[in-house]
């Protein structure tokens, strides 16, 4: 079986029904009890589970276990006080308490996921595994990338210390219908560009591009990723930090015009404006995605045009709405 933290959070969800659909027992488990319908569709057993709390973790089967998927965080977008410890707690701790179990209970595979903006700030592009972390030590992101890259660095010390086959997938931004469609800043919630540009190409307005248009930004569906968990959790090779991303980053009047192109009728076209003079976001980024590939063969297979159909079926669908 695959025991997997996080299960009700935007990819717990996506994973799970991967899962399942590939024939894998999963056992999910989470702090919310408001997806236990989903669960119960799928015939997936569901834990109530707090990584911060480790004697949770003596509610978890320890027999028979393939792989452990610890995808439980807090993320900034979530949290609107990015100075308490909830970070720590949860994030860190939440990892070494994951780890521990395993390592009581002879699990032998551990899977974490990690942030993108552990390696935000390298300029040389694309970002590689051998070039290391880099990242801020200001804003809001601060505390939760270094509550992540502690979490890691216990994967690794577990893998070393104990062998356990740590797994630590740096996931860039994902897109799917489900997910929280925002951030907070400074106590603001600000809607995210993707969905802002799906619901006005919906209602067949006109779309925006700002700027110069020349940044190039990583980003990733979330059925490619996790496709991508579940090959390196069925992997024996797989081990240490992958990379997982598009491979290529899209500029701005990419992702428009494929807006555009899709949801554009014959009778009703939807208009592209250009707006040089308004402020265009300047740091690109994307990943080497090629480790990946070359150790358990993954690599994604949705377009940015097959992205933006099937988030409309989905959300026409329902199946995967945040609660």
């Known amino acids: 079986m695959i025991i997997i933290t996080g299960a009700t959070g935007f990819v717990g969800r996506y994973l799970v029904d991967h899962l399942v659909r590939a024939g894998e027992k999963v056992i999910a488990a989470g702090r919310t009890r408001k997806y236990d319908s989903f669960f119960r569709e799928l015939g997936v057993p569901f834990v109530h589970l707090d990584v911060a709390r480790q004697e949770d973790f003596r509610s978890l089967p320890?027999?028979?276990?393939?792989?452990?998927?610890?995808?439980?965080?807090?993320?900034?977008?979530?949290?609107?006080?990015?100075?308490?410890?909830i970070f720590l707690r949860v994030n860190t701790l939440g990892a070494l308490?994951?780890?521990?179990?395993?390592?009581?209970?002879?699990?032998?595979?551990?899977?974490?996921?990690?942030?993108?903006?552990?390696?935000?700030?390298?300029?040389?592009?694309?970002i590689t595994e051998a070039m290391g972390r880099k990242y801020a030590m200001t804003g809001d992101h601060a505390a939760y990338?270094?509550?992540?890259?502690?979490?890691?660095?216990?994967?690794?010390?577990?893998?070393?210390?104990?062998?356990?086959?740590?797994?630590?997938?740096?996931?860039?931004?994902?897109?799917?219908y489900g997910r929280l469609e925002g951030f907070w800043t400074d106590g603001v919630f600000n809607p995210s560009a993707f969905e802002v540009f799906y619901k006005l190409a919906k209602a067949g307005q006109a779309l925006e591009i700002w700027g110069e248009?020349?940044?190039?930004?990583?980003?990733?569906?979330?059925?490619?990723?996790?496709?991508a968990i579940h090959m390196?959790?069925?992997?024996?090779?797989?081990?240490?930090?992958?990379?997982?991303?598009?491979?290529?980053?899209?500029?701005?009047?990419?992702?428009?015009?494929?807006?555009?192109?899709?949801?554009?009728?014959?009778?009703?076209?939807?208009?592209?404006?250009y707006r040089p003079e308004l402020p265009e976001k300047k740091k690109s980024y994307y990943?080497?995605?090629?480790?990946?590939?070359?150790?358990?063969?993954?690599?994604?297979?949705?377009?940015?045009?097959?992205?933006?159909v099937d988030y409309d079926k989905e959300v026409q669908s329902g199946r995967f709405k945040s609660l």
Not at 63 to 85: G, M, R, Y
Not at 145 to 162: G, R
Not at 290 to 305: C, I, L, M, T
């Open 287 to 308: 990943f080497d995605i090629g480790h990946a590939k070359r150790d358990f063969g993954w690599e994604p297979v949705y377009s940015y045009r097959d992205i933006l």
């Open 145 to 176: 990338v270094i509550s992540k890259v502690a979490a890691a660095e216990y994967v690794e010390h577990y893998a070393q210390e104990f062998g356990i086959q740590g797994i630590i997938l740096r996931l860039t931004g994902l897109l799917g």
């Open 97 to 126: 308490y994951a780890l521990e179990h395993c390592r009581r209970n002879n699990i032998g595979k551990f899977i974490f996921t990690t942030t993108l903006y552990e390696g935000i700030e390298h300029t040389e592009l694309p």
């Open 62 to 85: 320890t027999e028979n276990v393939k792989a452990f998927i610890h995808l439980a965080a807090i993320i900034p977008a979530a949290c609107q006080d990015s100075a308490s410890d």
């Open 213 to 227: 248009h020349e940044t190039r930004r990583d980003s990733l569906y979330v059925k490619d990723a996790v496709r």
């Open 232 to 273: 390196a959790a069925s992997s024996d090779r797989a081990r240490g930090l992958y990379l997982i991303g598009s491979g290529v980053g899209r500029t701005s009047e990419e992702e428009v015009k494929t807006f555009a192109e899709v949801f554009s009728s014959k009778d009703h076209p939807i208009r592209v404006v």
